[in-house]
């Protein structure tokens, strides 16, 4: 499931877990500048938590993988986000 508004797209994890989402944004500002946006949502943590997070960064001790999450996206929100991807480069022509 997921929300359009405008420019912007915001899509929810089909998992429906509230902190599972993320949105899609682009933007034309001119002289051949564009800017396309995947802006996912970062959850809250406790503070030791978030300072534990960082020493574990700073001393090249997290995951050889990074810190990620997932996000499920159904049929339709693929279709969305593919939408929204051809929008981005293909701007006023005709793909």
Excluded at 10 to 27: K, L, S
Aim: with cysteine; charged share 30%; hydrophobic share 35%.
């Amino acid at each position: 499931m997921s929300k359009h508004s405008d420019d912007r797209d915001v899509f929810f994890c089909d998992c429906g877990h509230t902190e599972h989402m993320f949105i899609v944004d682009h933007h034309d500002w001119g002289d051949g500048y564009r800017e396309f946006y995947i802006m996912p949502l970062l959850s809250p943590k406790p503070l030791l938590q978030r300072i534990a997070y960082v020493w574990r960064y700073l001393t090249g001790k997290q995951s050889r993988n990074g810190a990620f999450d997932s996000i499920l996206l159904d049929a339709e929100d693929v279709e969305r986000l593919r939408n929204n991807c051809t929008r981005y480069l293909f701007k006023g022509e005709q793909p």
